[in-house]
């Protein structure tokens, strides 16, 4: 199976950026559906973002449209998720996941329960 480690959580003024790694490790990378959730104190985990194995197709939480960008280098085994204009309702736990599904279209893999592999996460804090 799949192992997932992130980095580059951190703490940040509202308004600057931060980008998260998701490194990989166990299988061969270029078979995972790749995506980022996230979890605030209190409430449920939800999406932020997935790329497909292939690295073409790419969705983004509203939320996220225009300041979250989500990619991968296959020659380093990483998923990134670059931040920008970051705000205080950003403030939560990012949390790798990885699926070996193979999609082509990747709407359909924006629920937890679409991946069995997650990483440890990493703690996200804006403030104002």
């Known amino acids: 199976q799949v192992t997932l480690v992130e980095s580059g959580g951190g703490l940040v003024q509202a308004g600057g950026s931060l980008r998260l790694s998701c490194a990989t490790s166990?299988?061969?990378?270029?078979?995972?559906?790749m995506a980022w959730f996230r979890q605030a104190p209190g409430l449920e985990r939800e999406f932020v973002a997935v790329i497909n194995w292939e690295g073409g197709g790419t969705e983004h939480a509203a939320f996220g449209k225009g300041r979250f960008t989500i990619s991968r280098d296959y020659a380093k085994n990483t998923v990134y998720l670059q931040m920008n204009s970051l705000n205080v309702e950003d403030t939560a736990v990012y949390y790798c996941?990885?699926?070996?599904?193979?999609?082509?279209?990747?709407?359909?893999?924006?629920?937890?329960?679409?991946?069995?592999?997650w990483g440890q996460g990493t703690q996200v804090t804006v403030s104002s």
């Open positions: 996941a990885a699926q070996p599904t193979k999609r082509t279209v990747v709407s359909g893999l924006r629920n937890d329960y679409d991946y069995d592999f």
């Open positions: 166990g299988r061969t990378f270029s078979n995972y559906d």
